[in-house]
C-alpha cells in the first residue's frame, strides 16, 4: 500500500490575545477549512499563541533583575532583566557564554533562553498601555503545555466527536548541530516517545534504535509549514502518521539528567 | 493561500544489494508510481539503501581490535571488533559509558557508534558467503553522502527534466531529548540549513530564531514514513517544502566543534 502523509497549515486563525480561547479557534479554522478530522490526525499547534491567550507576557520594566542575574548578564551580554525572566523559568543554567544563556527549563527540557522569545510579539494597534502588550514585552513558554494539549484534544473531540491528538510546537536548537527544529513541549494521544523494543528487522534481528522520537518529528514536519512566523500560520493538521493512539506527553522526551551524557 | 505539504512513500524498492544504482531503482519508482515530479519536490532517501549499494558492510570476523579499542570496548561493554569498526568511522570519541559509545563521525556530525548498524543488514538469502551479506556484517554509513545526494540529484535530473532536491537520511539520538528522530547526513539542491537572518516578525521585530534546519526537518518528516524498517519504504517524496533552491549541502548542519558547548 502506498503511505502517505499530507499536512494542511489551517488557514484564518487570527492574531491571538489573552484570554483567547485557542480551542475554540482551531475548531472554527477547522470548520472554515472545511476539512473532517479522522482519527490518526494529529493537531500540530505552534507554542507562541498558546501563551499568548494565556497571557504569558512580561514587560521587562517591570523586572527587577537579582545580583545572580546581573552576573550571568554579564557573562552573556544580555539584558540583566531578561536573564531574570528566564532564571525564574528554568531549573538550573547549563551553559553560559557571550550571546548564549542555555538552560534546563522548570518543564524539564535543556534550551536556550529557556524559550523565553522577544520577537512575535505584538505592539498594540491602538498604543494602548496594557500590561501584557508593551514594547517592552516577552514572550514566555506556556504554563503546562502537556495539560493545554489534553484540554485541547478533550474540546476539539467534543466539538467535532473525534479523538485527534495534539502537539504544542516550538523551536530549539541543538547541541551538535546547526540550526533550529521544531519539537514538541506538549502532547496529548499519541506516543510522544515511541517504543520499537521488540520490532524486528528485516532479517529477524532486533532494531537497533529502540526509542523513536515521534512527536518531535511530527513538531519537525509541522514546522515546515508554520516556519515563517509573519505569515501566521500556528496550527498545522498532520494526517498519514502510523502511531497506536496512547496517553503520552511530551515530558517522556526529555532526558532525565542521570541519562543526559551533555547535561 | 492554504498551504500544504504531502508526503509519499515510494512503493516498489526492492532490497538493495551492493553494487545496484540507487539513482535507477528511484527513478523506476517515481515513474511507477505515476508520480509526476515538480520543481521544489524533495526525495528523502535513507542512507541504508546508500551504504548497500556502497557495499557498506564489514564482517565483523575480519576485524583485529587494537588495544585501544578492546580499552573502550570494555568500557561500553561493546564487541572489541565493533568497536574498532566505529573508531576507523571517527574523528573522536564523545562519551562513553555502558551500552553507549559516542563518537564525532569523519563526517563531523557526533553520534552513537559511527552509525554502525547491525540491524537490517540481510543474510543472504541462498546461504552464500559473499563477505559482505555474513550473519556477523554491520553497515556503516555512506562514504560521502553530500556527494551522493548531488549525484542522485543529477541523475534524476537528467531522467525527468526536474531538479529535485535529494536529502540522505539517517537517525540519530539526542542530547537532552529521548528518541531518535531523522536528520539529513546528505544533502543537495536546498538550504540544509535556511538563513532567516533579516526576516521580520508581525511586529517588525527581528526573528530571534535566525537560522533553521530545514534538512533535518524534513529528514524527520520523511522518517515518519520510513519508520518502520521492516516495510520497506526507502525513499520518500516530499512536496510542498517552501525554500528557495541553493547548492546547500549536510556538512552546514554540522555544528563546528568551537562553536558546540556540548562536544
Known amino acids: ?12 486563525i487570527p492574531p491571538v490575545r489573552p484570554g483567547d480561547a485557542v480551542g475554540g479557534l482551531i475548531i472554527q479554522a477547522i470548520a472554515a477549512a472545511g476539512v ?15 501563551s499568548k491567550a494565556e ?23 544580555k539584558d540583566p532583566r531578561l536573564v531574570q525572566v528566564i532564571l525564574d523559568e528554568s531549573q538550573a543554567v547549563s551553559r553560559v557564554r557571550p550571546g548564549l544563556l542555555i538552560v534546563r527549563h522548570r518543564l524539564g527540557f535543556v534550551c536556550a533562553n529557556a524559550g523565553v522569545d522577544r520577537s512575535n510579539v505584538r505592539p498594540p494597534p491602538d498604543g494602548d ?29 467534543e466539538a467535532t466527536g473525534v479523538a485527534a491528538a495534539v502537539i504544542i510546537v516550538d523551536s530549539h536548537g541543538r547541541p551538535h548541530r546547526m ?40 513538531a519537525s514536519a509541522a514546522s515546515l509549514l508554520m516556519g515563517q512566523a509573519a505569515e501566521g500560520t500556528p496550527v498545522v493538521l498532520v494526517r498519514g502518521v502510523p502511531f497506536a493512539p496512547r496517553d503520552g506527553t511530551a515530558a517522556e522526551l526529555v532526558r532525565p539528567p542521570d541519562l543526559d551524557l551533555y547535561g
Open 36 to 50: 473532517e478530522l479522522e482519527t490518526g490526525d494529529v493537531l500540530a499547534v505552534t507554542s507562541k499563541i498558546v
Open 129 to 157: 498601555a496594557h500590561r501584557a502588550d508593551r514594547e517592552d514585552a516577552v514572550l514566555l513558554l506556556p504554563l503546562d503545555p502537556d495539560r493545554t494539549a489534553a484540554a485541547l484534544r478533550r474540546q476539539i473531540h
Open 179 to 218: 540550526g533550529t527544529v521544531g519539537v514538541a513541549v506538549g502532547a496529548a494521544g499519541l506516543p510522544a516517545l515511541e517504543d520499537w523494543r521488540g520490532r524486528k528487522d528485516l532479517s529477524g534481528r532486533p532494531l537497533e534504535h529502540t526509542e523513536v522520537g515521534l512527536a518531535d518529528q511530527i
Open 1 to 12: 500500500m502506498e503511505r502517505r502523509l499530507l499536512l494542511v497549515a489551517l488557514p484564518g
Open 55 to 77: 497571557g504569558r507576557l512580561v514587560g521587562l520594566s517591570d523586572v527587577q533583575p537579582s545580583p545572580e542575574a546581573r552576573r550571568i548578564a554579564g557573562l552573556c551580554h
